[in-house]
């Protein structure tokens, strides 16, 4: 071999040792151990102060021992990067591993970090009395945008948070069960996926996305297939996104729970201050009454371009339907899109702000036991829907109100020359459980009168809730 052709070979092998990335290393956690070692499988760390202070790198996981508790905050070092994120998970066989808090702010803490993956962990923090607290949350709070926060597959309850907004409204919308926070000084948080979870048992609510400003909105936001149940407050919130998604989640029981709701409002499944933001698919049942909400679903104040709420269930939630309430903080005037829902024993609309459009189409409003509450924005459509109601309700009028091919049974009929009154016979109405699969019920008999009704309407949406 000559010296170039070695050179060469050398250079060669260098630079394909250069291209290599760094090994990503797993660091195990055992809560479980009277001995703390270096964090490897074999020596693992053994209390969450020791794992708090090592820097994880992109690529880099921590795991934590199945069948053990760790007790205190849990606050990882380090940032991963879109290709390679760092992951928090459980290794080993058992029940998923638990952090308990403990009464502390939070169980589970990520500060202006980047691409984390959060997944097959138990998180509680309980105590004696409510107060500021949750149990996971990630701040972006740094002025920047940070990216990438992925929490699935967990469990997270007996979380003591507070639970009256009335008097305590700030520590009220920072507790819950997992919380995301972008919203200080000019931050951000993009690209936040919240899926599959399991949230009980939790003071404030369930879960609470807040990943931008008004002008400074989080991109890239989805929160799907997560369980909600007997929270003291709001099931699933999305403030401050553009183009957030919140769909096939289910919110139940609303309002009780450990640690109930003690003071002012609280509501199903809702967005604020967003930009074309859509909740579908979702099912939202059986909340309290609050002071005034407690409604299934919520456009709130200073939402942009669209509000979407579409191809929805939801039964016996004491504050009804829908809330509009674009005048309840700044508004922002999005056009409200309700369509395809099925609403069985949820028999009351809110509003609150009259700079706004509401199309309300093609929806199931079925309260043949209960007097309907109805008031909309002063500009509002209502099409194609079926209305079953009492002999005692009434529904809105005005001059900016229109009403076109709804069908009436029972309840007294507007003013609505292409509509019609009659039984919808419905196959098996008012038989809808907890799942979006129950409401099967509400399909139509082929003589059904609502069959020969309807007006087009354009853009939407393509499908019907049962198609």
């Known amino acids: 071999m000559t010296s170039n052709t070695l050179r060469f070979t050398r250079s060669i092998a260098l630079f394909a040792a250069l291209a290599q990335p760094l090994l990503a290393k797993v660091f195990y956690l055992d809560c479980g151990s009277t001995t703390s070692g270096d964090g490897s499988e074999s020596r693992p760390f053994s209390t969450l102060i020791i794992a708090n202070h090592a820097v994880l790198c992109p690529g880099d996981s921590l795991k934590i021992k199945s069948g053990t508790i760790c007790a205190g905050t849990l606050s990882p070092r380090g940032s991963g990067t879109k290709e390679s994120p760092i992951t928090l998970t459980n290794y080993g066989d058992g029940p998923l591993p638990i952090i308990n808090g403990s009464g502390v702010a939070e169980a589970v803490s990520l500060t202006n970090q980047d691409h984390w993956e959060i997944s097959n962990i138990a998180i509680i923090n309980p105590a004696y009395s409510v107060a500021w607290r949750r149990g996971i949350v990630g701040t972006s709070s740094d002025g920047t945008a940070h990216h990438g926060l992925y929490i699935h597959d967990i469990t997270v309850y007996n979380v003591a948070g507070q639970t009256n907004k009335a008097t305590q409204s700030d520590a009220f919308i920072a ?95 809702w967005v604020l201050g967003c930009q074309d933001a859509v909740m579908r698919f979702n099912v939202v049942h059986d909340s309290l009454m609050s002071q005034i909400d407690s409604e299934a679903f919520d456009c709130d104040w200073g939402n942009e371009g669209t509000c979407t709420v579409e191809y929805n269930y939801s039964h016996d939630n004491a504050g009804g339907i829908f809330l509009n309430c674009d005048g309840c903080g700044t508004p922002g005037g999005a056009r409200q899109i309700v369509r395809y829902n099925v609403f069985q024993s949820d028999c009351r609309v809110y509003s609150n702000g009259d700079n706004v459009q509401l199309d309300f189409y093609n929806n199931v409003v079925y309260c043949p036991h209960k007097d309907f509450e109805i008031a909309v924005p002063p500009h509002t459509n209502m099409s194609n829907n079926i209305w079953v109601g009492t002999a005692n309700s009434t529904l809105p009028k005005g001059d900016g109100i229109e009403w076109n091919a709804n069908l009436f049974q029972t309840v007294p009929k507007p003013m609505d020359t292409a509509g019609s009154t009659g039984d919808p016979q419905f196959i098996s109405p008012d038989t809808g459980q907890n799942t979006l699969d129950s409401v099967s019920g509400y399909r139509l008999k082929s003589g059904s009168p609502a069959l020969r009704l309807g007006v087009v309407i354009a853009d939407n949406g393509g499908r019907d809730f049962l198609e």
């Open 175 to 269: 507790s819950g069960g997992i919380l995301v926070n972008g919203t200080e000084n000019a931050s951000r948080y993009d690209d936040v996926q919240i899926y599959n979870n399991t949230i009980y048992d939790c003071g404030g609510g369930g879960i609470k996305v807040r990943v931008g400003q008004m002008d400074n909105r989080g991109k890239g936001t989805h929160v799907w297939g997560n369980n909600v149940s007997h929270v003291g407050g709001d099931g699933v919130v999305v403030s401050y996104g553009e183009s957030s998604i919140i769909e096939q989640n289910t919110a139940g029981f609303l309002g009780h729970g450990k640690y109930p709701w003690t003071g002012g409002n609280f509501a199903g499944i």
